[in-house]
């Protein structure tokens, strides 16, 4: 039986990433010092699938998607992008989704604007566009609908949009248009070109469905939106809500059935889940945590997507609670670590003061640089991982700025962690400020740069010793991975001193 | 959400080569008389106005208002769209003076007029 309406992507969003979500940012990057085809091995993998082509897990927000169109009673399934073909005679609207279409979005723009080369991401996407698939069901009258966190960048390829016959464009959480879209399009009514979702019309907790498969390397939604308001972000502009512990189980029952081997909760701020403000609260955190675990054994991984750094540090100094998650709940023989996402942007107080003030909150923000510090030394202490980017280039950044920032990255030294830089894309409040690319590097972003660089070198090899690639069917990926940081090591030691000189050819 | 009735605003773009930061201007002043948070567009291929094209520039684009815009092919396409629309919420049309009486005749008395 073919679907009438089919969920996808290219490979890049469709793959699981060897189990290992870090890895999928990879495909953020062009391929360098091997073919094409191995980088994409190496970022984004073929899922397995069933004889219809769908995917054992698929991205997360087109599981919610899936499932508000099967609530409704629609035919519609996820399909992996190789198998799009089997349901060429039933299709009638084709949906996409995307973290990055064009690479417009960090990290891809900066890898793009430094090494002049396009991101896999983009490459892969704009192929599977133009392949004949694709173009056949456009002949024979397919609607297509775009959407994802990337649907914005579609304002910047409006002839892409023409060339390809993208229908609409939908702009932000989609459980309460989907439904009346995909109506209209089967019943060939106009469709909108382009929906963009406010504030008053997000779904509210009951109107978020439990996902019907598995989504990738088991991330489980347990708040949407974020209280901190950082000018840069557009997710901080939704409203906040608490996802109830019963569908955060019933997710992660899914995943469990479907044998992924993890679970990652994902929030702008994990420990905030019910919190009082934007001070953690012991009770609901371990609750979840205790829950959680239960559910997924001993043996299985449990990652965090994001945590800011205040949060971490007043969980700990106030509650112990980070030592108590960690050594009493999560830790054990076969986890060993846990990984997660973090949000630096600068170590400049002036700055931090004029576009993210109450990211430190609840500690002022002239702590901002200690209040990164302390937190990378108790999840260091922790056996937390975290992953943390910085910003270049935000509006009004002056040198004295990105002095600052080189000194704090200084400072995190001892701490294991990778840190890496982004460019700044105007997102969020801050979306009518312009694009920060190579042309904008000044010698001050190089010497950041090299220092974000020397940081995540030095303890890469550590993570990926000791945590990361701890089984023994990862030896390949291993391998590969240590062939690419000892090339790009020997690069920028042979053209250290003259970065900028090329980086700007 | 796309269809739902309640203190949304529905402007029909009639003008040809509208200015768009104007036409923000006017919208929000009666979005906001609306006091709804839901604007919807109706555009055509006819009045060469493509504000998908500065739509990210747009302030409409803003995260506070919900935003839908259809762009028809055809002027008759657009007039159709828009006497279908079922809901008695705010209606304008965004016209030149030409066009005028041939739409108040043909539009009923709830919609409201501004000439562009």
């Not at chain 1, 996820?78 to 960090?106: E, R, V």
């Not at chain 1, 469990?256 to 993890?262: A, D, H, P, T």
């Not at chain 1, 509006?395 to 700025?401: K, M, N, S, V, Y």
């Not at chain 2, 006819?46 to 094209?53: F, G, K, Q």
């Amino acid at each position: 039986m073919g679907y009438e309406i089919v969920l996808t992507s290219d490979r890049t969003m469709m793959s699981n990433h060897h189990g290992k979500e870090f890895l999928g940012f990879i495909a953020t990057g062009p391929p360098i010092a091997m073919p094409e085809s191995l980088w994409m091995m190496l970022a984004a993998p073929k899922v397995k699938v069933d004889d219809a082509g769908r995917p054992r897990e698929a991205p997360y927000g087109m599981r919610k998607i899936e499932a508000v169109l099967r609530d409704a009673g629609f035919n519609a399934a996820i399909i992996d992008p190789d198998h799009i073909d089997k349901h060429l005679d039933s299709m009638k609207i084709l949906m996409l989704s995307h973290h990055d279409y064009f690479a417009y979005g960090p990290p891809s723009s900066e890898w793009w604007s430094i090494t002049g080369m396009e991101p896999i991401n983009r490459r892969s996407f704009i192929r599977f566009m133009n392949s004949p698939v694709v173009r056949k069901a456009k002949e024979k009258g397919v609607k297509i609908i775009v959407g994802g966190p990337a649907a914005w960048q579609w304002l910047y390829e409006l002839e892409l949009m023409d060339k390809w016959g993208v229908d609409t464009i939908v702009d932000g959480e989609g459980e309460k248009v989907v439904v009346e879209l995909v109506e209209k399009a089967l019943r060939n009514e106009p469709l909108p070109r382009y929906v963009y979702v406010g504030a008053g019309d997000v779904p509210g907790v009951n109107e978020i469905p439990v996902i019907k498969g598995a989504s990738v390397n088991g991330l489980v939604e347990i708040m949407r939106g974020c209280p901190r308001g950082c000018r840069f972000c557009s997710v901080t502009l939704r409203p906040l809500r608490f996802i109830p512990l019963e569908k955060i189980l019933a997710e992660i029952d899914v995943n469990i059935r479907s044998g992924l081997k993890g679970a990652i909760l994902h929030s702008e701020d994990v420990l905030l889940y019910h919190a009082d403000g934007v001070k953690p609260r012991p009770d609901p955190i371990l609750r979840l945590h205790r829950e959680v675990l239960e559910r997924i054994g001993e043996k299985r991984s449990l990652a965090w997507s994001h945590v800011s750094l205040a949060a971490v540090k007043y969980a700990e100094e106030n509650h112990k609670l980070i030592s108590k998650l960690m050594n009493e709940l999560v830790l054990n023989e076969h986890r060993r670590f846990l990984g997660v996402e973090v949000g630096i942007e600068t170590g400049s107080v002036k700055l931090a003061h004029e576009i993210m003030r109450a990211k430190s909150s609840p500690y002022p923000v002239e702590e901002w640089p200690n209040v990164v510090e302390d937190a990378f030394r108790i999840m260091h202490e922790n056996k937390i991982i975290p992953a943390a980017t910085v910003i270049l280039g935000i509006p009004g950044e002056t040198p004295d700025d990105v002095m600052k920032t080189i000194e704090l990255i200084e400072r995190l030294k001892p701490y294991r962690s990778i840190i890496v830089p982004m460019f700044f894309v105007p997102m969020g409040a801050l979306k009518h400020n312009a694009w920060f690319l190579r042309d904008h590097l000044k010698h001050e972003h190089i010497d950041a740069l090299l220092a974000m660089y020397n940081h995540t070198i030095y303890w890469a090899e550590d993570i990926m010793n000791k945590f990361y690639f701890s089984e023994p069917y990862h030896a390949p990926l291993k391998l590969l991975l240590k062939y690419f940081m000892g090339y790009v090591r020997k690069q920028v030691n042979r053209y250290a001193g003259r970065l900028e000189e090329i980086i700007k050819k | 959400m796309i269809s739902e009735c309640g203190k949304s605003l529905t402007v029909l773009v009639d003008s040809v080569d509208s200015n768009v930061e104007e036409l923000k201007n006017i919208i929000l002043r009666y979005a906001m008389k609306s006091g709804g948070r839901r604007i919807t567009l109706i555009l055509h291929k006819e009045a060469r106005t493509r504000p998908l094209e500065l739509i990210k520039d747009s302030i409409l684009n803003n995260h506070v208002y919900s935003l839908i815009i259809y762009e028809l092919e055809s002027r008759g396409e657009a007039l159709e769209l828009l006497e279908k629309h079922v809901c008695n919420d705010s209606i304008l049309v965004l016209t030149t003076r030409d066009n005028l009486e041939e739409l108040l005749r043909r539009l009923d008395g709830k919609v409201l007029f501004e000439v562009v």
